[in-house]
């Protein structure tokens, strides 16, 4: 960095402090010393009330009464460039920068044997681009994009990058050509002003080196005789409120934990709470309990593990998520590698499904309900719940289809389940309790 260039862009800035806004570089890293606290004041005047001039008193009230400073500023009247030069002198000021990171980096490395090129390449991609808005913006928009999902729109794409001028939207709309002839983005056909990221094929799958192995997993009230979870499934149980959804899932917690990274994620209570549920479990210490717990009200997907036996207790859905259940199942089966996530939903007493309906049902491998037993007396220390597989994938045998079977069972102390031997279609439950009372 020289002092004349700084002293340029100083004296451009004092006498038209609105140029602050003209470059997205110009910023107080690229000063020093007396510089820095110069172009800090002016800066801080301008935030104020965005003046048209800087007042000479003002600035050195800020600087501490150093009139020096105000005077070396103001004597650069006569070299105050255009707004043309002025960019070019910010850049020069940016390079001088990087120059300096650059020639650090590569003494560093040098010294200590240990050079990382990738290190460096970044900054010189900088160093390139300093002062071409249109290069800039045009990364900008390629880093947009690599983090969009899905479809977006041009006036969204303005809006997080703030171009506001006609030569700007221009240029994003240039890159967004190139893109598209790169097959990175597409256009959406059915709006105009829309595009839509191309997904990358993966590569092709080995079938020889693939093995069909399911997880050795344990899955509650006995549903792992009926179904196969391979890696990447998403389990769904779906109940309504006080019907044993968190029994069933601290009970595939309990199974699972001693053999498995497990990750518990609930949404209802604290610390206190979990611990005092848990203590309930008189077959087991507090140590005993060795999976990861965690409070979270969100989208799962932000949080599972994707490589272990994820129990999420449970997703809130609201308002328009209600239709949104299927996009939230599908971003946690997309997060997911080697493990699974197995995920409490909130029931209607009086519908069939869960929050969702049949928006839920499409990503979940194995899908079940929980539903009050109205057969079955409750006590104080007893419930009485009837479970019903709604979807199942991956049958245990190819003649057995368990869509459609239930199975009752009760929970005691809330924690202690208890079910029968075999998973029934509902008429043979009904026949069987027939013969028991008559």
Not at 44 to 64: E, F, H, M, T, Y
Not at 160 to 181: C, H, I, M, P
Not at 187 to 207: F, H
Not at 401 to 429: C, H, K
């Amino acid at each position: 960095m020289t002092t004349d260039t700084a002293k340029i862009v100083l004296s451009a800035i004092y006498f038209k402090p609105s140029l602050l806004e003209s470059h997205e570089d110009l910023t107080a890293d690229l000063f020093a010393g007396k510089d820095k606290r110069a172009f800090l004041a002016i800066s801080d005047l301008w935030a104020d009330s965005r003046p048209a001039s800087i007042d000479p008193a003002q600035l050195a009230s800020k600087l501490g009464g150093d009139l020096t400073l105000v005077n070396r500023l103001m004597d650069g009247a006569l070299a105050c460039p255009s707004e043309a030069v002025f960019k070019a002198e910010v850049a020069e000021l940016v390079r001088a920068g990087l120059r300096k990171e650059i020639i650090k980096r590569v003494d560093a490395g040098a010294r200590s044997g240990d050079l990382d090129v990738s290190d460096i390449r970044p900054l010189l991609h900088k160093y390139e681009i300093a002062g071409d808005r249109e290069k800039r913006l045009a990364d900008d928009v390629r880093s947009w994009v690599d983090e969009a999902n899905g479809e977006f729109s041009l006036a969204q794409l303005y809006s997080d990058l703030g171009v506001t001028s006609v030569n700007g939207k221009s240029s994003v709309r240039q890159v967004l050509a190139r893109l598209v002839k790169e097959q990175v983005l597409d256009y959406c056909s059915r709006r105009a002003g829309w595009y839509r990221r191309i997904g990358k094929l993966a590569s092709p799958i080995d079938l020889m080196a693939t093995i069909a192995k399911p997880l050795d997993l344990y899955l509650p009230l006995g549903l792992g005789e009926l179904v196969n979870i391979y890696p990447k499934s998403v389990v769904v149980c779906s109940g309504s409120s006080q019907l044993g959804k968190t029994a069933i899932a601290l009970d595939m917690v309990k199974h699972n934990m001693r053999s498995h990274d497990v990750r518990y994620f609930f949404s209802e209570g604290g610390p206190e709470e979990l611990r005092s549920r848990i203590e309930q479990h008189t077959d087991l210490t507090i140590p005993d309990w060795t999976m990861l717990a965690f409070e979270h009200s969100g989208h799962p997907a932000d949080v599972v593990g994707p490589d272990a036996i994820n129990v999420y207790d449970y997703l809130r859905v609201t308002g328009e998520g209600f239709f949104s259940v299927d996009d939230m199942l599908s971003d946690v089966h997309k997060k997911l590698k080697k493990g699974i996530a197995f995920i409490n939903l909130q029931k209607n007493k009086n519908k069939e499904l869960g929050d969702g309906a049949e928006f839920g049902l499409r990503i979940p491998r194995l899908y079940f309900t929980l539903n009050p037993d109205p057969d079955a007396l409750n006590s104080k220390d007893k419930q009485s719940v009837i479970a019903k597989v709604q979807k199942a994938k991956g049958w245990k045998r190819p003649d057995c289809n368990p869509d459609g079977r239930i199975m009752p069972f009760t929970i005691r102390n809330g924690w202690q389940i208890s079910y029968g031997t075999e998973w029934v279609y509902p008429e043979a439950l009904v026949t069987a309790r027939v013969k028991r009372y008559h």
